[in-house]
């Protein structure tokens, strides 16, 4: 078989010799073939030490379910009605020229553009717009004409049509939902007519503003059956799906106390945010911005600023918390909190607002026997994160997921003791997409992003947690089926009475009760 | 060295069995950007665990045991299965399991946190490996079947 001559093996090089040169090379291809399947079961990245711990995560994404074209108005186009219209498939044609040039050398931004376009088309139309200051309005016109997602020189849709003031856009024949991103305190008076025009509603966090109208637009979405989903896209975020079945697998024992923080540190984290050049008592329609609140002569800050101010806002507990308790409501059925008693005080932002920059607040549950504490700061960015305490393990939740094991579990005890699971150390956990967060600019964005709040994952792939949301609120209005959205009207209900309970409690110096019976807060 | 058609073919399982073992293990640790060796080595026992721990907390060189693990295991895979180089392959191979043995020796008192699947006491599987991959450094088997023979003949001047 082997020759010392090489003359003679080149002579006798044959078909044979082919054949046992390459014949072990299909294997690779095999090994290939189990590479894949390998990456597809793998791909959730979750790696557990003990055997049966499963989580139960979504697979994919829900797919779009068939229906005529919404009409959809948009009441609100700052900042976030911005975002909204992105995670529906609508961005300002010059921000697409600017990213397609951004993306020639920035892979970042190479990777944004993919993903918008890669967004499935909702099958939805921007026909109305509402905005109060003339510049939001105006550039909400043409992102809502730009339903191909095209640059400037691209072919535009009808743009929509402009309405000066929400109760004729609510009432317009051409809009069958409405969507809410206005400042806290117009939330409740815009869903309510749009509820008794029978136009779905999709409004974004709290709520509401005040106790009262909690209870009307609890009322009026139920009367009216309209859809209505609360803007908590944290409902779609993958590690908290996750988190809530390992919970319900009992992988952490009897929780007794859930910790959830804000900690942000800059101007803007503090809700000192620019004021637009063009702003002025031309371009503001002052009168309809201030709606329901308590008047005040025209001010900028207040305007562009409005978080900072009881009149407009829901402080701390409304605009930050709700986010946290509606991911605890959603991972354990929480409900309304027996008391809450809150604490806090304006301590660093001394700048005329009358929000507190530092709040704690904690909420008790004597029928779960567990305690939810929340814990804020505006101006220290020593990252608290979310810890669910439970007898057996702390579950640490972000966008990710670490079960830590805790020393003296009586559940785990028999592998402690044999050292097969370390105390302290993870148990389990849940790591998808890593890297992605770098790519994050500003640390308000990364203090969303951190919770899931910006994307999440399927399949392994990043998405538009708010793109998911609402598309679960088409889905459910095109399946007319009775079918509520995950944030649904008495989830937000919910959210809202918990987080006045806290405001009530700080504002008035004392403990507040819910009296279950009566449905008040005491 | 001449071979029965019956001892060439066991060569040939074994050579591929542990190529095919050595390339996938590699593989998926190449294809998994956040896969480190830092948790095994931590889980080391035996008395180099001190030089393997310090090896896991050193930044500069866990990159380069990563590297080098997911790698040669990648490439002693791909050379033991395609018959090219095998010979200096299975002794990188034994290198590697006997770095592997020693961060984890199978010694009775010695716990590690990954439960094993067996029960052993100083040979385990990764010896055995070990002593495998030493057959097929003694009996080549490249230059029958393998690019090996492939390879030859091309290098043939002609
Ligand atoms: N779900 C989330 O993650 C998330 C994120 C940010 C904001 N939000 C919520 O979205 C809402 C809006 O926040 P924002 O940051 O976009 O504020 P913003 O100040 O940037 O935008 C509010 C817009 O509403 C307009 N407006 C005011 N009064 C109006 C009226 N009577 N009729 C029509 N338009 C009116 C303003 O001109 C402005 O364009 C808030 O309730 C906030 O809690 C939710």
Same mark, same amino acid.
């Given at each position: 078989?082997?020759?010392?001559?090489?003359?003679?093996?080149?002579?006798?090089?044959?078909? +044979?010799?082919?054949?046992?040169?390459?014949?072990?090379?299909?294997?690779?291809?095999?090994?290939? $073939?189990?590479?894949?399947?390998?990456? %597809?079961?793998?791909?959730?990245?979750?790696?557990?030490?003990?055997?049966?711990?499963?989580? @139960?995560?979504?697979?994919?994404?829900?797919?779009?379910?068939?229906?005529?074209?919404?009409?959809?108005?948009?009441?609100?186009?700052?900042? +976030?009605?911005?975002?909204?219209?992105?995670?529906?498939?609508?961005?300002?044609?010059?921000?697409?020229?600017?990213?397609? %040039?951004?993306?020639?050398?920035?892979?970042?931004?190479?990777? $944004?553009?993919?993903?918008?376009?890669?967004?499935?088309?909702?099958?939805?139309?921007?026909?109305?717009?509402?905005?109060?200051? %003339?510049?939001?309005?105006?550039?909400?016109?043409?992102?809502?004409?730009?339903?191909?997602?095209?640059?400037?020189?691209?072919?535009?849709?009808?743009?929509?049509?402009?309405?000066?003031?929400?109760?004729?856009?609510?009432?317009? #024949?051409?809009?069958?939902?409405? @969507?809410?991103?206005?400042?806290? !305190?117009?939330?409740?008076?815009?869903?309510?007519?749009?509820?008794? !025009?029978?136009?779905?509603?999709?409004?974004?966090?709290?709520?509401?503003?005040?106790?009262?109208?909690?209870?009307?637009?609890?009322?009026?979405?139920?009367?009216?059956?309209?859809?209505?989903?609360?803007?908590?896209?944290?409902?779609?975020?993958?590690?908290?799906?996750? *988190?809530?079945?390992?919970?319900?697998?009992?992988?952490?024992?009897?929780?007794?106390?859930?910790?959830?923080?804000?900690?942000?540190?800059?101007?803007?984290?503090?809700?000192?945010?620019?004021?637009? #050049?063009?702003?002025?008592?031309?371009?503001?329609?002052?009168?309809?911005?201030?709606?329901?609140?308590?008047?005040?002569?025209?001010?900028?800050?207040?305007?562009?600023?409005?978080?900072?101010?009881?009149?407009?806002?829901?402080?701390?507990?409304?605009?930050?918390?709700?986010?946290?308790?509606?991911?605890?409501?959603?991972?354990?059925?929480?409900?309304?909190?027996?008391?809450?008693?809150?604490?806090?005080?304006?301590?660093?932002?001394?700048?005329?607002?009358?929000?507190?920059?530092?709040?704690?607040?904690?909420?008790?549950?004597?029928?779960?026997?567990?305690?939810?504490?929340?814990?804020?700061?505006?101006?220290?960015?020593?990252?608290?994160?979310?810890?669910?305490?439970?007898?057996? *393990?702390?579950?640490?939740?972000?966008?990710?997921?670490?079960?830590?094991?805790?020393?003296?579990?009586?559940?785990?005890?028999?592998?402690?003791?044999?050292?097969?699971?370390?105390?302290?150390?993870?148990?389990?956990?849940?790591?998808?997409?890593?890297?992605?967060?770098?790519?994050?600019?500003?640390?308000?964005?990364?203090?969303?992003?951190?919770?899931?709040?910006?994307?999440?994952?399927?399949?392994?792939?990043?998405?538009?947690?708010?793109?998911? !949301?609402?598309?679960?609120?088409?889905?459910?209005?095109?399946?007319?089926?009775?079918?509520?959205?995950?944030?649904?009207?008495?989830?937000?209900?919910?959210?809202? @009475?918990?987080?006045?309970?806290?405001?009530?409690?700080?504002?008035?110096?004392?403990?507040?009760?819910?009296? %279950?019976?009566?449905?008040?807060?005491? | 060295?001449?071979?029965?058609?019956?001892?060439?073919?066991?060569?040939?399982?074994? &050579?591929?069995?542990?190529?095919?073992?050595?390339?996938?293990?590699?593989?998926?640790?190449?294809?998994?950007?956040?896969?480190?060796?830092?948790?095994?080595?931590?889980?080391?026992?035996?008395?180099?665990?001190?030089?393997?721990?310090?090896?896991?907390?050193?930044?500069?060189?866990?990159?380069?045991?990563?590297?080098?693990?997911?790698?040669?295991?990648?490439?002693?895979?791909?050379?033991?299965?395609?018959?090219?180089?095998? &010979?200096?392959?299975?002794?990188?191979?034994?290198?590697?399991?006997?770095?592997?043995?020693?961060?984890?020796?199978?010694?009775?008192?010695?716990?590690?946190?990954?439960?094993?699947?067996?029960?052993?006491?100083?040979?385990?599987?990764?010896?055995?490996?070990?002593?495998?991959?030493?057959?097929?450094? /003694?009996?080549? /088997?490249?230059?029958?079947?393998?690019?090996? &023979?492939?390879?030859?003949?091309?290098?043939?001047? &002609?």
């Amino acid at each position: 078989m082997n020759s010392e001559n090489p003359e003679n093996d080149k002579l006798k090089f044959s078909r +044979r010799d082919v054949l046992a040169g390459l014949v072990s090379l299909p294997v690779l291809g095999v090994i290939g $073939y189990g590479l894949m399947k390998h990456h %597809e079961s793998k791909k959730k990245l979750g790696s557990g030490l003990i055997r049966n711990i499963k989580p @139960i995560i979504p697979a994919g994404i829900p797919s779009l379910v068939e229906g005529k074209t919404i009409n959809i108005g948009m009441v609100g186009c700052g900042g +976030r009605g911005g975002y909204l219209m992105k995670a529906l498939g609508f961005v300002h044609p010059d921000r697409i020229d600017e990213f397609t %040039e951004k993306a020639n050398n920035n892979k970042y931004w190479a990777d $944004y553009l993919k993903e918008f376009n890669a967004q499935e088309n909702l099958n939805i139309k921007i026909t109305a717009i509402c905005d109060v200051f %003339e510049k939001n309005a105006r550039r909400a016109i043409e992102i809502g004409a730009n339903a191909f997602r095209n640059g400037k020189e691209g072919k535009m849709e009808t743009a929509p049509k402009r309405y000066l003031r929400y109760h004729d856009l609510v009432a317009a #024949p051409e809009v069958d939902a409405v @969507i809410i991103a206005t400042p806290d !305190h117009l939330h409740v008076p815009i869903a309510l007519e749009a509820a008794r !025009h029978g136009k779905h509603v999709y409004c974004e966090k709290p709520l509401s503003w005040t106790v009262a109208e909690t209870f009307e637009i609890r009322n009026t979405v139920k009367e009216t059956g309209i859809v209505f989903q609360l803007g908590h896209q944290g409902r779609q975020t993958e590690s908290y799906q996750a *988190a809530k079945s390992l919970i319900d697998q009992n992988v952490a024992g009897k929780i007794s106390l859930i910790e959830v923080c804000t900690n942000r540190n800059d101007p803007n984290g503090a809700w000192v945010y620019d004021i637009d #050049p063009e702003g002025n008592p031309d371009t503001i329609d002052w009168k309809q911005f201030i709606g329901p609140a308590p008047w005040h002569e025209f001010s900028l800050e207040r305007f562009f600023r409005w978080r900072c101010w009881w009149d407009y806002s829901t402080g701390l507990s409304g605009d930050l918390f709700t986010h946290e308790y509606d991911a605890l409501n959603q991972i354990l059925k929480l409900g309304i909190p027996h008391s809450a008693m809150a604490s806090g005080g304006i301590y660093f932002y001394k700048d005329g607002r009358t929000v507190p920059d530092v709040l704690n607040m904690t909420f008790e549950y004597p029928d779960r026997d567990l305690t939810l504490l929340y814990s804020a700061t505006l101006s220290s960015e020593k990252n608290r994160g979310k810890v669910i305490m439970g007898h057996d *393990a702390y579950i640490e939740l972000n966008d990710t997921l670490i079960v830590n094991l805790d020393p003296k579990s009586t559940q785990y005890k028999e592998e402690i003791e044999k050292g097969i699971l370390k105390p302290h150390e993870p148990i389990y956990s849940y790591v998808p997409g890593q890297g992605k967060i770098d790519a994050i600019t500003t640390p308000t964005e990364k203090y969303f992003a951190g919770r899931g709040l910006l994307y999440t994952y399927r399949d392994g792939k990043a998405v538009d947690t708010t793109h998911l !949301h609402l598309r679960e609120w088409l889905n459910c209005i095109r399946l007319h089926d009775g079918t509520k959205p995950s944030c649904h009207i008495d989830q937000a209900f919910e959210e809202a @009475i918990t987080a006045h309970m806290g405001s009530i409690s700080y504002l008035e110096g004392r403990r507040t009760y819910w009296d %279950e019976v009566n449905e008040k807060i005491i | 060295m001449e071979y029965s058609k019956s001892k060439l073919t066991a060569l040939v399982l074994l &050579r591929l069995a542990i190529g095919w073992h050595f390339l996938f293990e590699g593989m998926v640790k190449v294809l998994n950007p956040s896969w480190s060796s830092k948790a095994y080595l931590l889980d080391s026992g035996g008395f180099l665990k001190g030089f393997f721990e310090w090896m896991a907390h050193n930044t500069t060189i866990l990159p380069v045991v990563d590297f080098m693990n997911a790698w040669g295991l990648t490439v002693v895979g791909f050379s033991l299965i395609t018959g090219l180089f095998s &010979r200096y392959a299975s002794l990188v191979g034994i290198i590697l399991l006997g770095l592997y043995y020693l961060s984890h020796p199978a010694y009775p008192g010695i716990d590690y946190l990954f439960p094993s699947d067996g029960s052993y006491f100083i040979i385990n599987k990764t010896l055995v490996e070990l002593f495998a991959l030493y057959v097929i450094y /003694s009996f080549p /088997s490249d230059q029958f079947v393998g690019l090996e &023979r492939c390879w030859k003949y091309i290098k043939t001047p &002609r």
